[in-house]
C-alpha cells in the first residue's frame, strides 16, 4: 500500500563504518526513482535539533560515493538528543521533543536512522512517539542482534587479516610472539575472523574469559614442536577468568565507555609467563578507515534500497536484516538494547578449535 510519503530525512549516527555512504547513496537513489525528496540530516541527530545542519540531497550529491569510506553526512557518538552534551550549569539537556517538533516543521515524513545499537535504541525512542522511521545496522563489529550481518565488518576483518598476515613475517623473523589488538567492543567477532581468516595461534574474545597460564601452555608447546613464533588476536573487549575489561575512558550518560589496553596487558603476560619476546600491536580505528570492500557495498545497497521500500510501504519501527540470503524487515524493538554475541559452541568457534586455535580457557 502506497503511503504518503514525500520527503524523508536520512542520518548516520554513532561511530563510521566502511558502506555508510554506500547506504546514503541507495536511499537517495530509491527515493529518488520513487519521486521522494531526501533531506540529509549532518552529525547524527543533530541535522534534527539544528535545522541549519542539514541539507536535500539530489542525484549529484551521491555520484562517486559508493566507493569511499566515512559518511558524507558526519557522524558523532555524542549526539544522543535525550542527554544531549553542553556546557549549561545544569549539565546535559533533554531535546528530544526539540527533535520530534523539528522533523515536522522540516515537513519530513519519514526518517532512515543508520546506526548501531546506540543509535537505533535513539531511533526506536522516537519511533515510539510519533516519528515513522526505518533502521539500517552498522557498526564494523557485527554485534546488532536479529542480522546475521552488519556492513563494515567484512572490510574490517578483511583489514585486520591483512595486518595479521603482516605480523607473521616479521614474528617469524625475530621468533617472537605478535599480539594484535582489535576492536569489536564486548563481542569477538572480528577477532574470531580476523583470528581465523590470518591463521593466527591463540585468539581471546570476550565471550570466551581466558586464563593466561592456557595462553603461555601453548606458545610454549608451539616451541617444543619447533614454532618459534606465534600470533595472538586479543579483542579489545577480551578479559581473564579472574579479571575485569581493559577500559580507557569510562562512560557517561551520553557516551559509552572506551575499551583499549588488553593487547599490550597480553603481550607483557605472555613475556613474563613464557620468557618469550612479545610486541604488541592496535588496529584501532585503522579497521574502520578505508574503501568498503565490495561485500559491503552490497550489502549496504540492499540496506538503503529495502529501507527506502519498506517507508513508501507504511512498515515503519523496522530495521533493515540479512537473513542470509535474504533481506528481511525485523522489529526495531526486537533489536534494541541487545548484543549479539559469538555463539561459544558455534560452529564458528568450533572450527577455530578444529584448527588448533586456542582460545585461552
Ligand atoms: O562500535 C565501533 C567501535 O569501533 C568499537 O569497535 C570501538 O570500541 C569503538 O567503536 C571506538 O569508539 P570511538 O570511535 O569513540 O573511539
Redesign the pocket.
Known sequence: MAHNIKRIGVLTGG?DAPGLNAVIRAVVKAAHSAGVECVGLEDSFDGLIFPDRSRVLGLKDVTGILRIGGTILGTT?RGNPFVYPIDTVDGPVDYSQRCIDNFWKMGLDALVVIG?DGTLTLAYELFRRGIPMVGVPK???NDIAETSMTFGFDTAVDFATGAIDRLHTTAESHHRVMVAEV???YAGWIALYAGIGGGADVVLIPEIPFRFENVAERLLERERYGARFSIVVVA?GAHEVTGGLAIVEAGTPDKAE??GGMGEHVSREIERLTGKESRHVVLG?LQ?GGAPLAYDRVLATRFGSFAVELLLGGQFGMMTALHSPDIVAVPLETVVGQTRNVPVNGDVVRTARSVGICFGD
Open positions: 561511530g557518538n548501531g557498526t564494523i563489529d576492536m569489536g567492543r579489545e572506551r575499551l580505528h574502520r
